[in-house]
């Protein structure tokens, strides 16, 4: 299996396309590299300082961001980059695509913040500690204007790769600065959002620059038609929020900081080894869309490598869990032992998914699958949380996981033979 891989890969790298697909490649695990590294030195300095409690608080805070952020995404990581890839030779459809794209996140950030306020502002359980909320909230608006989308599918991921790491090299070195006493937890999402914030401004005037974008005002027809056509893959993408982000939310609700801080711990380890992943599956995606012929020489490269990353952290868990975290989290290793699996569950799904399903558009089928599993997943994450707490939880995503994998990978075989 090994020496296929490695055979597929020098032949990648022998042509023009080959050549682009390494250098996004290199560009985007420079990135996933640096979320890997930054949170060794970050993480066991940020939980020895403000201990176990406050960090649970600010992965509750989080968690209910990542509902908004993917409403305010709305699919465009993949539905906008199909277009942009599509098109990406005609500067002036490309100013188009940018200008609705950009005019939809705003208008659906401006929306979120609405129902945010009101969220923190009538329930309870967000008064404590509503300003940890609110700082929190301004990572969205980084999130909103920084153009991913549009550097992915021009195949320019190095501009991805540059932006967030200025954004984390000043996050890192702020929070060493600010972060000195238990109290300074407050800091933490300011450090955070304003680092997002910095590099979404920034990669946004770059890319209105670089690429010679034309800001054109869209007409509200234009806007209606880009919310239908991308409805499917936001589906896709923002139902498995119903699941996993809802993991940490229902944590935060029906248990308690300790509970989130644990499974949060496991979950952030797993999230590192299911980001590998992602680089392939970003990398191919554009390619993919061009030239779906190559499929099977992806599927062979990401399956792979999910399988060697799922087997390096059972090998590794103690080690990796001691490493980043204090003895407070000592039943994160069993967690994570547990989420083990999830990189290689991911894999199935990036491939099958991701970079088959959607680029055959069957952006249905997909969405289908997703509304089968996020639903499903949903239901059963209140009652494993509230039965067995954060083991329920990671025993829950990871059975919803294998579901979505097996349905998706069914799917995609399906068409494969009809074809």
Avoid at 281 to 286: C, E, N
Wanted: hydrophobic fraction near 55%; proline fraction near 2%; glycine fraction near 4%.
């Amino acid at each position: 299996m090994f020496e296929k891989c490695k055979s597929l890969i020098i032949k990648v790298k022998t042509n023009a396309d080959g050549k682009v697909l390494v250098t996004n490649f290199i560009s985007l695990s420079i990135l996933q590299l640096l979320n890997l590294l930054l949170p060794l030195i970050t993480l066991p300095y940020l939980v020895k300082v403000i201990g176990a409690e406050k960090f649970g608080v600010i992965a509750f805070a989080s968690s209910l961001i990542v509902y908004f952020q993917a409403i305010t995404d709305y699919g465009f990581s993949l539905s906008g980059t199909r277009q942009i890839s599509h098109n990406r030779e005609v500067k002036s459809e490309l100013s188009k695509i940018f200008s609705r794209i950009i005019s939809i996140k705003v208008l659906f950030m401006t929306a979120s913040f609405i129902i945010f306020f009101i969220i923190i502002s009538c329930f309870d359980k967000f008064q404590n500690d509503r300003l940890i909320f609110i700082l929190s909230f301004i990572t969205l608006v980084g999130n909103v204007f920084f153009p991913e989308w549009f550097f992915q599918g021009i195949e320019k991921m190095k501009f991805i790769t540059l932006f967030n790491f200025v954004s984390k090299l000043l996050f890192t070195i702020s929070l060493f600065i600010f972060i000195k006493e238990k109290d300074d937890y407050i800091f933490v999402p300011l450090i955070t959002s304003l680092g997002f914030l910095i590099a979404g401004l920034v990669a946004f005037i770059y890319a209105i620059i670089k690429f010679n974008i034309n800001f054109v005002v869209p007409t509200f027809n234009e806007i209606k038609l880009e919310i239908k056509n991308g409805f499917n893959v936001f589906i896709s993408l923002f139902l498995p929020n119903l699941y996993y982000n809802s993991s940490t939310f229902f944590l935060g609700l029906f248990t308690n900081n300790i509970s989130v801080a644990l499974f949060s711990a496991a979950q952030r380890v797993i999230s590192i080894g299911i980001s590998l992943i992602e680089v392939f599956s970003r990398t191919f995606y554009p390619y993919l869309n061009r030239k779906i012929h190559k499929h099977a020489t992806f599927e062979k490269l990401i399956l792979t490598l999910g399988l060697v990353i799922s087997i390096g952290i059972v090998i590794f868990s103690k080690l990796i869990i001691s490493l980043l975290f204090s003895e407070e989290f000592t039943e994160s290793v069993y967690l994570l032992l547990i989420l083990s699996i999830s990189p290689f569950l991911n894999a199935v799904m990036f491939c099958y998914g991701t970079n088959y399903l959607i680029p055959k558009n069957q952006d249905k089928i997909l969405m289908r699958i997703i509304l089968i599993v996020s639903f499903f997943g949903f239901f059963m994450t209140i009652l494993m949380v509230k039965l067995f707490s954060h083991w329920g939880a990671a025993i829950n995503l990871i059975i919803v996981w294998a579901l979505r994998s097996i349905l998706t990978y069914s799917a995609a075989r399906k068409i494969k033979m009809l074809n």
